[in-house]
């Protein structure tokens, strides 16, 4: 529309390289070959319901790292329309980008410093073992974070060795193999610590209240428990 090619021409008059004038025009062509909109649509026709689509669409067709680099992007140029007047509000600013890749995130952990987290926790404490446990199965099984925290004890099926996934990436459920370790870690913690405060709840990794732990803590004992391995990455 007319509104992004007065930008475009704006960044060009505060003297802006050709290189920045050209990606930026190319991540237009890309946002709105996601919206579903024509190029001559006014920005005022991206709504949120828009904006979900836009993302939604990054995730289905690009590799990872690709729609977080888009999402990125766009809701950085949005904010700047919004800022500058050719918005109302950033439609984007109400909705979550594409989750930022672990391998952008940090560098990944050597065998041996893989092999120092797992045995950072002190298991002989209730807590300690919980979080081998977690670290084991983790590691076995490559699953997220949010979807460690999101599992259901009927989830786990030692017997067979196995873990189903519900509601992962792209909301596809799926079943994946646990390795030894994990399934001797996970078992004891089931049989030694869970009991004790899981009450009603079907949580697998459950605090001293007896609720679920949440996404967050795992995170954060996972940190706490590098720095004490000695990782810095």
């Not at 319901?49 to 939604?56: D, L, N």
């Not at 992007?73 to 919004?82: D, E």
């Amino acid at each position: 529309g007319r509104a992004v090619d007065s930008y475009l021409e704006h960044i060009a008059s505060r003297g802006y390289s050709k290189a920045t004038i050209q990606s930026t025009r190319y991540l237009l062509v890309t946002f709105y070959r996601l919206s579903g909109l024509s190029a001559s649509e006014p920005l005022v026709n991206v709504t949120r319901s828009v904006a979900e689509r836009v993302m939604r669409g990054a995730k289905s067709k690009y590799s990872p790292s690709t729609a977080w680099h888009y999402g990125v992007h766009i809701v950085r140029l949005f904010r700047v329309f919004a800022t500058s007047g050719l918005l109302l509000e950033n439609p984007f600013g109400f909705i979550g980008r594409p989750a930022k890749p672990r391998l952008l995130s940090r560098p990944a952990l050597t065998r041996e410093e893989m092999k120092k987290l797992l045995a950072a926790p002190r298991v002989s404490t209730p807590g300690g073992l919980r979080s081998r446990a977690i670290l084991e199965l983790m590691y076995s099984t490559g699953i997220r974070l949010g979807e460690c925290a999101a599992l259901e004890t009927r989830d786990l099926d030692l017997g067979r060795g196995t873990l189903a996934v519900r509601g992962g990436k792209g909301a596809k459920d799926r079943v994946v193999p646990m390795g030894d370790e994990a399934i001797r870690w996970v078992r004891r913690y089931l049989a030694e610590v869970r009991p004790r405060y899981a009450g009603e709840t079907s949580a697998p990794w459950v605090g001293q209240s007896g609720r679920r732990i949440a996404a967050i803590w795992i995170q954060t004992t996972i940190r706490r428990l590098g720095r004490k391995a000695g990782i810095t990455k």
